[in-house]
T-cell receptor, first 116, second 114 residues
Framework: AQTVTQSQPEMSVQEAETVTLSCTYD???????LFWYKQPPSRQMILVIR??????QNATENRFSVNFQKAAKSFSLKISDSQLGDTAMYFC?????????????FGPGTRLSVLP | NAGVTQTPKFQVLKTGQSMTLQCAQD?????MSWYRQDPGMGLRLIHY???????DQGEVPNGYNVSRSTTEDFPLRLLSAAPSQTSVYFC?????????????FGPGTRLLVL
């Protein structure tokens, strides 16, 4: 079974600075996808970024980028130029191969606070 | 285009009561699922559906039933509520089954079972 670990329950960062959220996962699969989801106080789950395991290049979406280390099974999220609106819970998630449903596993989350 | 909608937003039940959490999407998505979110545990999959008439169990299906009679609707039924089912419930949908498809989440239903 796949597991996803986020070792930082809470983090804080000053506005305009950079912060990195950690995520590690355990799998014996070779083909899979990794995700970072954001959940602001409104509770809406919002996809931040997605990484295909077969791609060596790290995914980037504006101020959000990942550091994907496949051998180490590590998938960290870097937020540059942090903004107050980035305050939220951040969840790392894993999906095995092409399958839906049972193979979508979430980590416990990291609560990020951006301070003015 | 309302996306994924869930009703009610909040519900209080007594142990043993039954209720149905509603989920609807207007994006013509084939794939829908239900998750529960508990503190410190992230989201866990309860049930999912790959199309009308087809459902399957996820990680934590006990105590919940689902059906998918239409593409748009995917209700979650609690037949006899228990305090352990106190949680926040999220419905999600996507157009395709692959991980390349973005999952769209509803706003959640907060359930308290006394």
């Amino acid at each position: 079974a796949q597991t996803v670990t986020q070792s930082q329950p809470e983090m804080s960062v000053q506005e305009a600075e950079t912060v990195t959220l950690s995520c590690t996962y355990d799998t014996s699969e070779n083909n899979y996808y990794l995700f970072w989801y954001k959940q602001p106080p409104s509770r809406q789950m919002i996809l931040v970024i997605r990484q295909e395991a077969y791609k060596q290049q790290n995914a980037t979406e504006n101020r959000f980028s990942v550091n994907f280390q496949k051998a180490a099974k590590s998938f960290s999220l870097k937020i540059s130029d942090s903004q107050l609106g980035d305050t939220a819970m951040y969840f790392c998630a894993f999906m095995k191969g092409y399958n839906y449903g049972q193979n979508f596993v979430f980590g416990p989350g990291t609560r990020l606070s951006v301070l003015p | 285009n309302a996306g994924v909608t869930q009703t009610p937003k909040f519900q209080v039940l007594k142990t043993g009561q039954s209720m149905t959490l509603q989920c609807a999407q207007d994006m013509n998505h084939e794939y829908m699922s239900w998750y529960r979110q508990d503190p410190g545990m992230g989201l866990r999959l309860i049930h999912y559906s790959v199309g009308a008439g087809i459902t399957d169990q996820g990680e934590v299906p006990n105590g919940y039933n689902v059906s998918r009679s239409t593409t748009e609707d995917f209700p979650l039924r609690l037949l006899s509520a228990a305090p352990s089912q106190t949680s926040v419930y999220f419905c999600a949908s996507s157009y395709g089954q692959g991980a390349s498809e973005t999952q769209y989440f509803g706003p959640g239903t907060r359930l308290l079972v006394l």
